[in-house]
DNA sequence: TGCACGATGAAC
DNA sequence: TTCATCGTGCAC
C-alpha cells in the first residue's frame, strides 16, 4: 500500500478556498513523543482568506498575533483563546498575502483520546499547543498528509462559527465539512 | 496602565 | 444564557 503523500508547500501555496476543501479527508500528524504519534483525519475546517476578511485575525496586520499568518504557506499558526483553549491553523497562499484554514474537527485515527468536535477540543486531544505555531508543517514530527485514495464524500458549506462581529463577512459559507461525518462539531 | 473581548466549550 | 480564564488590541 502506498504511504500517504505529506502536503507540502506546493499544496499550500493555492487559493485558501481550494485548499480548506483539500484539507477535509487529510491527516493532520503529531509526534509528540516517541511511542506516541498521534493521527486525526480532517473532517471540519473554516477558511480565513485575507487581511479584508473582517473575521481573520490577519485584519490587525503583521506585527500583529497572527504574523505567521503573514509568513510563506504550509506553516501552523496557533492561537491561544478564551484564556483556555489553542486553534490551529495552516498557513496559506503566498508569503505575503495572511490566508489561512483553521482545522474544526477531526475523526480519531491513532493515539487520540477524549473529544474531537471543535478547533480547541481538537488541539487538546492532539497536543498542540503554543510551542508549535510558526511550525514548519513539511517536517517529521508535525505534518498534514493527503488521504490514502479518493474517498467519495460530499463537502457542505456553512457560515463560520463564532464570528457573528464580522458583519458581512460572517454570512459567507467559509466553513467546510465532510456530510455525514459524526465528528463535526456543528453538523 | 487599564480594560473589554474573543476563530471555545460546558454547565445551567 | 452564563461562566471559566488570559493574551491581545486599543483607548486613555
Known amino acids: 500500500m502506498p504511504r500517504p503523500a505529506r502536503l507540502g508547500r506546493r499544496f499550500f ?3 485558501t478556498l481550494e485548499v480548506a476543501r483539500g484539507l477535509l479527508g487529510a491527516t493532520l500528524v503529531h ?3 516517541p511511542g506516541d504519534r ?7 475546517v473554516e477558511a480565513y482568506v485575507g487581511p479584508s476578511d473582517r473575521a481573520s485575525h490577519a485584519r490587525f496586520g503583521p506585527a500583529g498575533r497572527a504574523r505567521v499568518m503573514f509568513g510563506p504557506p504550509g ?3 496557533v492561537y491561544f ?7 490551529m491553523n495552516a498557513v496559506t497562499e503566498r508569503e505575503g498575502h495572511a490566508a489561512a484554514v483553521l482545522l474544526r474537527a477531526i475523526e480519531p485515527v491513532k493515539n487520540v483520546e477524549g473529544r474531537t468536535q471543535g478547533p480547541g477540543l481538537l488541539c487538546r486531544a492532539m497536543n498542540i499547543d503554543k ?9 517529521d514530527d508535525f505534518h498534514i498528509a ?7 464524500q460530499v463537502i457542505v ?5 463564532g464570528v457573528d462581529y464580522a458583519r458581512r463577512w460572517a454570512k459567507r459559507h467559509l466553513r467546510f465539512y465532510i456530510q455525514g461525518n459524526p465528528f463535526v462539531s456543528r453538523p
Open 13 to 15: 501555496a493555492r487559493p
Open 31 to 33: 509526534q509528540v513523543g
Open 38 to 44: 498521534r493521527v486525526g483525519r480532517i473532517v471540519e
Open 75 to 77: 506553516h501552523a499558526y
Open 81 to 87: 483563546i478564551y484564556g483556555m483553549y489553542y486553534c
Open 131 to 139: 510551542h508549535l505555531n510558526g511550525h514548519d508543517l513539511e517536517s
Open 146 to 152: 493527503a488521504p490514502r485514495q479518493e474517498v467519495p
Open 157 to 161: 458549506k456553512r457560515p463560520r462559527v
